[in-house]
Structures are given as structure tokens and as C-alpha cells.
């Protein structure tokens, strides 16, 4: 489904120096299947999901969704085919939850019946009440906001959904039930999902696969028992030490 091929990205930096975002990056991740992205702050994580949708470009390689490069895709109609949810929601906070969750569906140009119907389902699949529709995100909670975002990601039943971080900067109860809905959701709706975190056993927990980005490059993909069993290198074996909690 996404294939990133030979990708390095260079951004601007002091004194006129180019820094590198990502390094000759290689990344296969096939249909239906959730692949966490994990690493250190500016090791590139970011990044490689802007890539996907356009929000970022390539400086060298190619990214290819479904066999097709997106660089020779038009980025709206892109973007419209992948969700995408981020740490704190990204709401707008003028507008209702059902608004936010249905304005890609006004946007495609859907009847406001239809939009109605599909905000409803999007709301109860994530475990909120009807209630909630008429609400601003101001008075919602910040595990509800993320719930919202969610719903809002799957309004037009993307075949990819990218989700930087969305549970980070939730307490840990919250973030443990959110966990526990979306792999619900996971089993339900069997999206294509890159899910990048900071939390190496929140990664193990959600993905079939985990991919473990350093200095701008994918250093191993793999399931717990391949990184247990098999790592790579010093650094890998280092970073499960110090990350991972026995169990």
C-alpha cells in the first residue's frame, strides 16, 4: 500500500548548512497492516508521514501509494484519501464536533442528510454520545478531543490513516482506554495505518509490525520477537534495553 524508496529529505538550516531529516529512507508497509513508527525526537518520524501525504516532499526518492507516486498525484485528492490525526486533535475550535467530524463530507459535496448519518455512526464508533455533537471542543476532554479527531480522520473511509502521535500528551488512564478502543477500531474497520510514538510498548502493542527510526533511517521493522531475538545492531539492542519494561 505506501512504499517509500531510497527517500532522503534536507531542510534549510543555520549558516546556510543543510540538515537531514531523513537518510536514503527504505519503508514497506502493506495494505491492512499498522506499522509503528518509534525514536528519538528529530529522528525523522514526522516527517516520513508528511511525505506521504504531500505535506512535505521528497528531496531524493520516491514515495509510492498503491503503486502510484505521489508526486504525480494530484495532493487534495491525496490528502482526501488518508486520514490523518495528530497529537492534540487539531480541531477547529469554532466549529461543533459534529461539524469537524463532517467537514470533509461537506467539502466532497454530500447531502446534509448524508453527513448527518455519517457523523452519527463516526461518533457512536468511537464511543461518544449523541449529545457530543452539538459540543465545541473547548468543552470536551482531552481524551473526547482525540476521539473526535479520529472520527473525523475516517469521515470519508480512507483506505490509509496517519496518526502522529495521538495519544501522547494524554494521562496515562486515558491513553490506556484509547489504546484499547483503537485496536477495536483496528479489528472493525482494517485500515492501513502508520502510527508514529515515543512509547516503545505502545508501539509493540498496536502495530503488526514496528519500525525503529534513528538519525533519519529505518535501523529495523519488525514484530517484539524479531527485535527480542534478532536485532540488528548495538544501537537497536541498546535502545530495547533501555525502553522496553520485561514482561
Not at 10 to 32: I, Q, Y
Not at 54 to 73: I, K, S, Y
Request: proline share 5%.
Amino acid at each position: 500500500m505506501i512504499r517509500l524508496e531510497h527517500v532522503s529529505k534536507l531542510f534549510p538550516g543555520r549558516d546556510g548548512e543543510e540538515v537531514h531529516a531523513l537518510r536514503d529512507l527504505d519503508l514497506e508497509v502493506a495494505d491492512g497492516e499498522t506499522v509503528c513508527l518509534i525514536g528519538p525526537s528529530g529522528c525523522g518520524k514526522t516527517t516520513t508521514l508528511r511525505l506521504m501525504n504531500r505535506l512535505a516532499e521528497p528531496t531524493t526518492g520516491r514515495v509510492l501509494v498503491d503503486g502510484e507516486d505521489v508526486a504525480e498525484l494530484d495532493p487534495i485528492r491525496l490528502r482526501r484519501r488518508m486520514g490523518y490525526v495528530i497529537q492534540t486533535g487539531g480541531l477547529f475550535p469554532h466549529l461543533t464536533v459534529a461539524a469537524n467530524v463532517g467537514l470533509l463530507c461537506r467539502l466532497e459535496g454530500w447531502p446534509p442528510a448524508r453527513t448527518q448519518e455519517r457523523v452519527a455512526e463516526l461518533l457512536e464508533r468511537v464511543h461518544l454520545a449523541p449529545d457530543h455533537a452539538s459540543r465545541y471542543p473547548r468543552e470536551l476532554s482531552g481524551g473526547q478531543r482525540q476521539r473526535v479527531g479520529v472520527a473525523r480522520a475516517l469521515a470519508l473511509d480512507p483506505e490509509i490513516v496517519l496518526m502522529d502521535e495521538p495519544f501522547g500528551a494524554l494521562d496515562p488512564i486515558t491513553r490506556s482506554q484509547l489504546q484499547d478502543e483503537f485496536l477495536e477500531l483496528k479489528r472493525d474497520v482494517k485500515k492501513t495505518v502508520v502510527f508514529v510514538t515515543h512509547d516503545l510498548e505502545e508501539a509493540f502493542a498496536l502495530g503488526d509490525r514496528v519500525g525503529l527510526v534513528a538519525d533519519g533511517k529505518v535501523v529495523q521493522l519488525g514484530t517484539l520477537e524479531d527485535f527480542r531475538h534478532s536485532p540488528r545492531t548495538d544501537y537497536v539492542e541498546r535502545f530495547l534495553e533501555k525502553h522496553l519494561h520485561a514482561s
